[in-house]
């Protein structure tokens, strides 16, 4: 149940298109939902984040969004370019609580030019 | 740069033995929280500190531990070593650790390679 499930593992998308990244948990009480990216050699960084009292959040090319009902969540990444190109983890986590935060496997993205 | 510094980046050791690893937090962070990331198994978080105490434990083996100095900085000892140990350790830090909402600030990590 602290499982946060990720995919597709990898993925491959044209410059310019939209990278689509999906997520599924199943403990109800996880609200807090953070992507993070990875570029090779260095550690996770925060990309962008949502509570579940929204239903989606923008932040310049990317986007998450989020069914509550459905207890899934997804990153998409708009006009993808060759710098996105990385590895994004999904992650769930409690606000309330000193809780960990549950990490997907992650998908490594890459952007054909 | 996040501002979380880990000593050594590369760690080349053989089974059996036991390595230390060290991170340093951001100015400021009271929280420090370790990963072990493997090519398959994605980011699995270990333990975390919060102002020199253990707060939260997650797949830590007996095998490991950690702990987190006056200063701040933590330390994650690894013992008795096997060939599945090799992987990334990342070391992360917060402002609190109160809340699994706070941004988490990760490490360069250590690459250890047990042969």
């Known amino acids: 149940q602290q499982q946060v499930k990720q995919s597709p593992q990898s993925l491959i998308v044209q410059k310019g298109g939209i990278s689509i990244i999906n997520c599924a948990y199943e403990?109800?009480?996880?609200?807090?939902f953070p992507w993070y990216q990875q570029f090779p050699g260095k550690g996770p960084a925060l990309l962008i984040a949502i509570r579940p009292d929204v239903s989606e959040k923008k932040e310049g090319r990317f986007t998450i969004s989020f069914n509550k009902s459905a207890k899934q969540f997804s990153l998409h990444i708009m006009d993808s370019q060759p710098g996105d190109s990385a590895t994004y983890f999904c992650?769930?986590?409690?606000?309330?609580?000193?809780?960990?935060?549950?990490f997907g496997s992650g998908t490594r993205l890459s952007i054909r030019p | 740069d996040s501002g979380v510094t880990q000593t050594p980046k590369h760690l080349i050791t053989a089974t059996g033995q036991r390595v230390t690893l060290r991170c340093s937090p951001r100015s400021g962070d009271l929280s420090v929280y370790w990963y072990q990331q493997s090519l398959d198994q994605g980011l699995q978080f270990l333990i975390q500190y919060y102002n020199g105490e253990e707060r939260a434990k997650g797949n830590i083996l007996e095998r490991f531990s950690a702990q987190q100095f006056p200063d701040l900085h933590s330390e994650l000892n690894l013992s008795s070593l096997e060939l599945g140990d090799s992987a990334l350790y990342f070391c992360a830090s917060s402002e609190t650790g109160g809340g699994g909402g706070r941004e988490q600030f990760f490490g360069p990590g250590t690459r250890l390679t047990v042969l």
């Open positions: 992650a769930a986590s409690m606000i309330s609580s000193a809780s960990k935060i549950i």
């Open positions: 403990n109800t009480a996880f609200d807090y």
